[in-house]
């Protein structure tokens, strides 16, 4: 199974780094949305400095989409889908795989919003180790449940606009930990931050079990 | 559960045995109740007009699509019970490349090969086989002509060595050179100890490189099927 999620994975990022729409859209829209809260929430610096951890963890889930829905398109194209259910591969490897493989474009997405959340608001760092856990198991979170419900639209016609309608719902939970676990950071009092950090990480493991299981039969269905 | 084995016409296991299969897409009785043996190391020939269901045949050989009625036991493996355990040991050439069109050939046919469990050495010589080593080998999939795409998937297919190949229009978008080494490779795999099922509308090479003829005919196998049936190529 890891040897199949290796596989996956390493082919999923090799197809990124050739096409480069994570580097030519994702990336450019994911700053896109953090100018535009900035110009919308400028006149008052007060309510953009208070806001930033929401703000930078909506523009991760906003930009996270196209990344997610990116991660299955290449698998629908031109008799992918069946190939890889011939190909002997197991199901839950390649959930794996492509978990790790959104995971890794995530977090270099995470680590540029950083850099534009601090140049643009302004926002001075603190708390590193709260802030890093944080976009760890966010990411781990985001990741395991966006592709268990991206193999869910895969096979639909509607899929593009299906994979938000069902996604943003399930990780409200994500959005509201990594948000409040980010503030604990920035507002120097951790402490109040970990057990959020908690939460999401039962939340990444209950989606790993369910897509180790799930996949298989949902991309049966896709 | 074990299938019953069914013996063919030479008293061994056959690779293909169905007996009035029926494949569903959606409502509609692609397969109706179709008649089918295949020997090992034989090359079966399906034709039919379009819609006959020579397609939905390949695929639910391959178990991609679900039998819903009758017998259906291909490689050992009861397609009724088990679709999944089969797949691995079939190779499908279908109407899609199942290629990634970002990825170079060589990529796509690595990948490919070390999916199905084969080694490098595989795919590289399965490139050689089909052309694509050399200059072809580093282009992207996206920027090759149909031909040299079919030809990718065909060195997909044969570095995964199946035991049963299943071949939806081998021939079509090759040029002259590209159906010889495709008949080449039929025969190779045959005498290997493969099996393969094929169809194609180029009749007159299809037919000289055909142990024996199957007919479709809305979702049934016609007179001259494998099941009993003449269908041997003199």
């Known amino acids: 199974m890891l040897h199949d999620a290796w596989l996956i994975a390493r082919k999923d990022l090799k197809l990124e780094i050739r096409s480069r729409v994570a580097l030519n859209q994702v990336v450019p829209f994911a700053l896109l949305v953090l100018v535009l809260f900035a110009f919308a929430l400028d006149p008052d610096r007060g309510l953009l400095e208070k806001a930033t951890p929401g703000l930078y963890w909506i523009a991760v889930l ?51 919003l950083g850099v534009g ?14 802030l890093l856990a944080t976009i760890v198991v966010a990411t781990a979170a985001i990741s395991t449940a966006g592709t268990l419900f991206g193999v869910v639209a895969a096979g639909l016609r509607v899929r593009e606009t299906l994979l938000p309608l069902l996604l943003l719902p399930v990780l409200a939970p994500v959005l509201i930990g990594a948000t409040r676990a980010f503030e604990a950071a920035l507002s120097g009092t951790p402490s109040e931050g970990w057990p959020w950090v908690g939460l999401m990480s039962v939340f990444a493991a209950v989606y790993v079990v369910a897509g180790i299981f799930g996949f298989g039969p949902l991309m049966e269905e896709s | 559960m074990e299938p019953d084995h069914p013996t063919s016409r030479s008293g061994t296991e056959p690779v293909v045995h169905l007996r009035g299969a029926v494949a569903l897409l959606g409502r509609f009785p692609a397969l109706a109740g179709v008649d089918l043996d295949v020997d090992r190391r034989r090359i079966v020939l399906l034709r039919g ?18 039998i819903s009625a009758g017998e259906a036991i291909v490689l050992g493996v009861d397609l009724r019970v088990d679709r999944q355990s089969v797949r691995h040991r ?21 990948f490919w090969t070390l999916a199905a469990g084969a080694v490098l050495a595989d795919a590289e010589s399965a490139m050689i086989r089909l052309g694509l080593d050399g200059r072809l080998s580093d282009v992207s999939v996206g920027r090759l002509s149909t031909g040299q795409r079919r030809r990718t998937s065909l060195a997909c297919l044969i570095a995964r060595r199946p035991e049963l190949w299943l071949l ?16 080449e490779l039929v025969r190779d795999a045959a005498a290997a100890g493969a099996t393969i099922i094929l169809s194609s509308h180029e009749l007159d090479r299809a037919i000289d490189l055909a142990d024996e003829i199957v007919t479709l005919g809305g979702g049934v196998a016609l007179d001259d099927s494998g099941a009993g049936g003449d269908g041997h190529v003199a």
């Not at chain 1, 959340?117 to 709260?130: Q, R």
């Open chain 2, 168 to 183: 939806d229009e081998p021939h079509a978008g090759l040029d002259k050179e590209g159906r010889d080494v495709v008949d």
């Open chain 2, 49 to 66: 007009a379009n819609g006959a269901g020579k397609t939905t045949l390949l695929r639910a050989l391959a178990g991609l699509v679900p």
């Open chain 1, 117 to 130: 959340v601090a140049v643009l608001y302004g926002t001075s760092i603190t708390g590193w180790l709260l």
């Open chain 2, 90 to 110: 079939v190779g499908l050439l279908a109407h899609g490349t199942g290629l990634y069109d970002e990825l170079s050939v060589a990529d796509n046919v690595r």
């Open chain 1, 62 to 112: 906003f930009s996270g989409l196209l990344a997610m829905q990116r991660s299955f398109a290449v698998e629908a194209a031109d008799g992918v889908t069946d190939a890889l259910r011939l190909s002997g591969l197991v199901p839950a490897g390649i959930y794996l795989g492509k978990t790790l493989s959104v995971a890794v474009q995530l977090l270099v997405l995470e680590m540029l």
